[in-house]
């Protein structure tokens, strides 16, 4: 009977050994890769683009009539009206 009253004690004993191991004051390991990392969700680095913002739509605009004219070929009709000079191939 008082070996089950010890036992309880020991086992408590060992698994705080276990977890204060995981707990160890030893540095992480050197590693090539560097970086920043954000622990908050809600943050965010500033140089993000958001749709909102007209530069970035008139980029995607650009791209696009770009992708139009090389893609167009004057076989298949008059070419879609875009904002951007027409080039002549």
């Not at 530069?55 to 070419?79: A, F």
Request: include cysteine; charged fraction near 35%; hydrophobic fraction near 25%.
């Amino acid at each position: 009977a008082e070996a089950a009253k010890q036992a309880p004690h020991h086992i408590e004993k060992e698994t705080d050994k276990k977890e204060d191991s995981h707990h160890d004051d030893t540095p992480p390991s050197t590693s090539d890769k560097e970086g920043t990392l954000i622990v908050d969700a809600t943050c965010a680095p500033s140089r993000i683009k958001y749709p909102r913002d007209m530069e970035l739509l008139n980029e995607g605009r650009e791209k696009l009539e770009h992708i139009i004219t090389v893609l167009h070929t004057p076989t298949d009709g008059k070419k879609p009206r875009t904002y951007s000079p027409a080039f002549s191939f």
